[in-house]
C-alpha cells in the first residue's frame, strides 16, 4: 500500500468490486434505439458484432484501432488502481492485434473531499502502464464528481489486413485463455475486507499485467479470432465469439484457470451483481452440465476486470503457442476448442 491506505477507495464505490460493465443485453437494447449508421467502407470494425473496439481504415497500408474504457475504484492503493484502469483499457487495442499509441485519461474526483495527491497516484500508475506499453499520454478530460472513476480512451494501429475481431473463428481452432478468472470475486471480496495482503497483492498483479506479450506472441500463429474477457465474463465473451463467428465453442471447465480461494469465497456469497448478470444474460446460450453446481457455472460468467486474452487459434498450432507464451510468463492455458455443431451456442463440459 501507499502512503493513503487509509482511504478505502473502493468504499467510495456504489457499484461494488467488479468495476462491470452495463450488461449485453441492456446494452444491445439501447443501441437497437438507434439509427443505423451511415454505411462507410473505411469502417473495419463497429458495432456489429460487440467487438472490443473499433477500427477505421486510413489507407490500405494503415488503420486505426480506438476504445475507451472506465470504471469506480476496485482496489485502495490509488497507484494500483491506475495502473490496472491503464491496463485495462489497453487491452481492447491488443485484443484487436493493434498496437496503443496515444491516450486520454478520463476523470471523475471529488476535489473537495480527497487529497488531490491521491488523484496524482492514479495518474502516475496509468502513465507509468502506458510507458511500459510504448504508448503516449496526450491529455484528457476531469469533472468533479462525488464518486471517483478513471480511465482512458485509446488510440492504436494495425494493418487492415492484420485485424484481430471476436467473429473469426473456425471449427477445429483450440481455444487459449491468457489469464485465470474469478477476478470479480476477489475484487468484491476486497471490499468486504476477506482477502489477506497477499491475496490482494497477487489478484493485483495479475489485473495490473498488460496483455502486451500474449498478443505479440500471437502474431506469428494462425490466430483467427480475438476477444479480451472482462466484464461480460468469460463465458460471455466466449458467446460473443461463437455468435459472431457462426459456430458452437466447447469449454472444459476443468481446463480453465481459476483464482485461488474463489469457489470458497463464492459460497459464502461474494457473487457481484455484475456476474449474477452475466449468468442471466447467457440462459438458452449456454449448456451447463447437470452435474454441475450453481458456483461453478457463476464463477465462469464471473465479471472480470483487466483479464486476459481469449485466442482463437489453429488446433494444430495451440499446444506451441502455449508453451511460448507459458516460456514468456504468460499463464496460458487451453481451455475448449470451436465445433462445427450448435452454432452460435457453448457447451461447458
Do not use: W
Not at 488510440?155 to 491468457?178: F, M, Y
Not at 475486507?193 to 494462425?222: C, G, P, Q, R, S
Not at 458452437?248 to 457473487?271: F, H, S, T, Y
Amino acid at each position: 500500500m501507499t502512503q493513503f491506505e487509509s482511504v478505502k477507495l473502493t468504499s467510495l464505490s456504489t457499484k461494488g468490486g467488479c468495476g462491470c460493465k452495463i450488461g449485453p443485453a441492456d446494452l444491445s437494447e439501447v443501441i437497437r434505439m438507434l439509427p443505423p449508421a451511415a454505411p462507410n467502407p473505411n469502417l473495419l470494425v463497429g458495432l456489429d458484432t460487440s467487438d472490443d473496439a473499433g477500427v477505421y481504415r486510413l489507407n490500405e497500408e494503415l488503420a486505426i484501432v480506438q476504445t475507451l474504457d472506465f470504471f469506480t475504484p476496485i482496489v485502495d492503493d490509488p497507484y494500483s488502481f491506475g495502473q490496472i484502469a491503464a491496463a485495462n483499457a489497453l487491452s481492447d487495442i491488443y485484443a484487436m492485434g493493434g498496437k496503443p499509441l496515444t491516450a486520454l485519461n478520463i476523470v471523475a474526483f471529488p476535489i473537495a473531499t480527497l487529497d488531490k495527491k491521491i488523484l496524482a497516484e492514479i495518474m502516475l500508475g496509468a502513465a507509468d502502464k502506458l510507458q511500459e506499453a510504448g504508448a503516449t499520454l496526450v491529455g484528457g478530460h476531469s469533472i468533479d464528481d462525488k464518486e471517483p472513476k478513471f480511465g482512458l480512451a485509446v488510440t492504436g494501429l494495425v494493418h487492415p489486413q492484420k485485424v484481430r475481431t471476436n467473429a473469426g473463428a473456425k471449427p477445429g481452432d483450440k481455444l487459449i485463455l491468457t489469464k485465470p478468472i474469478g477476478v470479480g470475486i476477489l475484487t468484491s471480496s476486497i471490499k468486504n475486507n476477506l482477502l489477506f495482503e497477499d491475496e490482494i497483492t497477487h489478484v493485483t498483479k495479475i489485473m495490473a499485467t498488460l496483455n502486451k506479450t500474449a498478443a505479440e506472441t500471437m502474431e506469428a500463429y494462425t490466430v483467427h479470432a480475438c476477444t479480451d474477457v472482462t466484464g461480460f465474463g468469460l463465458l460471455g465473451h466466449t458467446s460473443e465469439m461463437a455468435k459472431g463467428s457462426g459456430v458452437g465453442i466447447r469449454i472444459i471447465k476443468n481446463q480453465v484457470p481459476v483464482l485461488d480461494r474463489v469457489r470458497e469465497l463464492a459460497e459464502k456469497g461474494v457473487i457481484p451483481g455484475g456476474t449474477k448478470n452475466n449468468f442471466a444474460h447467457l440462459t438458452g446460450s449456454v449448456t451447463f452440465p447437470e452435474t454441475m453446481d450453481q458456483i461453478d457455472r457463476l464463477i465462469l460468467c464471473d465479471a472480470v476486470t483487466s483479464g486476459g486474452l481469449l485466442i482463437s487459434v489453429a488446433g494444430a498450432e495451440a499446444d506451441k503457442m502455449v508453451t511460448e507464451l507459458q516460456t514468456e510468463g504468460v499463464e496460458a492455458r487451453i481451455i475448449g476448442d470451436v465445433i462445427e455443431e450448435q452454432h452460435g451456442h457453448v457447451v461447458v463440459e
